[in-house]
Each structure stands twice: as C-alpha cells, then as structure tokens.
C-alpha cells in the first residue's frame, strides 16, 4: 500500500515533492516504543469572566460540550479535548514535514485568510506567525481559544454551516480535522469556492473512517465493532466521515482547478516498519488514547441509546486492542487542495 508523502522545510513551497512510502508492518519483536509523547498547551487564558452563553459549556457524562447551537457537534470542548486536539495538530505538522499546508501559498498574494473548525486556534496562530502581513480569521462553535494572540489573529464563534456573509474574499481557506462536524461538505465547499477571491486556495486536511487494517487483523475486535458503530451513529445524524476521499471530486465540482491529493497513512501504535510511520503511529495512539471516550461518549449515549459504562468498558478494551502488536490498524490521512480560477 502506498502513500505520497511531501518532505522539505516549513516554507511555502511552489510545488511539494512528493515521495512514495510503504506502509509495512513490522515484526512483533522489532516495533519499539517511541518515547516523548507529551504534548502540553502552553497558551490558556480563562474567559469565565465574559458574561454570554457563547462562553458557556454544558456537562454530561462528566465531559463538557459547546453551549452555542447545543447538539450540533458531538464532541465534548473541555481541557483534556483541548489538549488533544494541540496533540492532533503536533502529528499533522510532522505528517506533513512540519508544514501547516501544502498548498502553494505565495506571502506576498496573502491578504485574508480563514481557518475555520478552528478548536484551539494553534493552527490559526502559528499560521499568523508565518504571515504577519495576512490578517487571519479562526472560526469554531466554542470559545476556548487562548486571549494572547497575534495582532493580525481574530477568533469568533461561527456555525460553517450557516450562510457565509464574510464582507471580504480570502487568499486562503483551511478546514482540518472536520469529518465529525460537518453535516454538508458539498454546501461547505460551495461557500469556500464563493468566499474565496480569484486565484486563491482552498484546502482540506481530515482523516477517512472507518479504520483498516493492513490485513484481516480487525476481524472479530473491538475496534472494528466500535468503528462499525460510530459510522451508524453519524448517519443517523447526518453526517458522513467517509466523504474524506471524495474531497478531490467535491472540489472539481465546485469549479476548483489544480487540485491536488496527499494521503498518509496513520498507524494506530508502532507497528510499522519505517520510522516516519513508526513515529506517528506512536503520537496517534497517544491520541486515540486520549480522545476516544469523547469521540464515542456523546454519539453512543446520545445517539445509541448505549450507558456510560457501557462507552467506557468499551473504551477500556480499545485501549488494549491500541497496544497489540498484532493489530495493524490505521486511518488514511487525506490532504486535499485547489485553487479558484482567476
């Protein structure tokens, strides 16, 4: 199985390299655990002192979920979700090389741009670091981004779903990580397309469901049931987290060009052979350790009628399954981007 993975520096390259890199399973006596994997905010500032409901969280199931538009996003917003989602943005930074992007953004040409989906907001900062001249905007339906921020850096709450009324056109428009949060991708694409000024980029970074297994490893475990479920529990609700490899023909649709597709395979654990996939494999654990009682929780209860207890015993053996040199499993890394016609 191969994957295009793009290596060079941090900078705003005019066309990544692309290399192809064998995702190979490694011998249970030769996979090694990697170490480091701590990953902590530095940036946190309170705002419980704004007095508005857009600040405000409700509690369930001893997690905390957004107050604006209640419901609409199943993922809980607390501090131990905040640091997992500054873990996530940690391995897509070294999926990607320790790049934010992958389009071939020029600073020069950057004015405007959005990040919306924005969580944390340490995408939307770092990317306004790297380009002080860009005014840049992160949206999110939870305010929890931190208040020290760069000047050219503005957070709001925003439903990407609502009607885009922005009174300006962006360069570029960046959206990671937004298969659980998104209802239409196809009207979502649409308003990136309308909201964009001529020439400028769009791009797309997200993981496709369900999870594979790079043989029949996942037969009969948890992990497969669990995956099975969550993707019952997003249709039932509307939403759809194996359109992540149909961005590419999304974005044709809308009118993009020169649309181009990265995918990486991310390992669950440090099965795999080569180092790159070894590393990451170790971090994504880490994450899927951290997150998948708040991935299940507010879908399973919620949605499948499934106990608490239930959610964590069941959590408890994907942890188990998660360390088992013999399960192969991961998730494609999908990062897609185009550019509006001038």
């Known amino acids: 199985m191969a994957s295009n993975i793009p290596e060079g520096p941090s900078a705003a ?22 170490s480091g994997i701590a ?8 705002k419980a002192s704004v007095a508005s409901s857009l600040y405000e969280s409700i ?41 934010l992007f992958l389009a071939p953004l020029k600073a020069s040409e950057l004015k405007h741009a959005l990040d919306f989906g924005t969580g ?15 005014q840049v905007i992160g949206s999110d339906l939870s305010m929890i981004q931190p208040e020290m921020i760069p000047r050219n850096l503005s957070f709001e709450i925003d439903d990407i779903e609502d009607t885009w009324v922005y009174p300006i056109k962006f360069n570029f428009i960046h959206g990671r990580l937004m298969a659980f949060a998104m209802e239409s991708p196809a009207s979502i694409f649409k308003n990136a397309f309308a909201s964009l000024a001529p020439g400028g980029y769009f791009e797309m970074q997200d993981l496709h469901l ?5 043989d029949d490893c996942l037969e009969g475990t948890t992990m497969a049931r669990s995956s099975a479920l969550l993707l019952d529990a997003c249709t039932k609700v509307g939403m759809d987290p194996t359109t992540t490899d149909r961005y590419k023909s999304l ?12 995918v990486i395979e991310w390992p669950i654990g440090t099965w795999a052979k080569g180092e790159y996939h070894k590393r990451i ?29 239930e959610v964590l015993e069941m959590v408890a053996e994907l942890k188990r399954e998660m360390r088992d040199p013999k399960i192969h499993a991961f998730q494609p890394f999908h990062v897609v981007y185009g550019r509006k016609p001038y």
Request: proline letters at 5%; a negative charge; charged letters at 30%.
């Open 13 to 34: 390259p005019e066309a990544p390299k692309i290399i192809p890199v064998q995702l190979e399973a490694e011998s249970p006596t030769q996979a090694t655990e990697l």
């Open 281 to 309: 494999g170790a971090w994504f654990r880490r994450d899927m350790e951290v997150g998948t009682e708040g991935i299940l929780m507010g879908l399973f209860t919620r949605i499948l009628g499934m106990s608490r207890e």
């Open 210 to 214: 369900p999870i594979r297994g790079l």
């Open 120 to 134: 944390t907001g340490i995408w939307a900062i770092e990317f306004a670091d790297q380009f002080p001249n860009c």
């Open 59 to 99: 509690e369930e199931n001893g997690r905390t979920y957004h107050k604006y538009k209640e419901g609409k996003y199943f993922l809980p917003n607390d501090e131990l979700e905040q640091n997992r989602l500054d873990l996530q943005h940690h391995i897509c930074k070294m999926s990607l090389h320790d790049r």
């Open 39 to 46: 990953y902590v905010r530095e940036i946190r500032s309170s």
């Open 251 to 262: 974005m044709e649709a809308v009118g993009f060009v020169d649309i181009k597709e990265v």
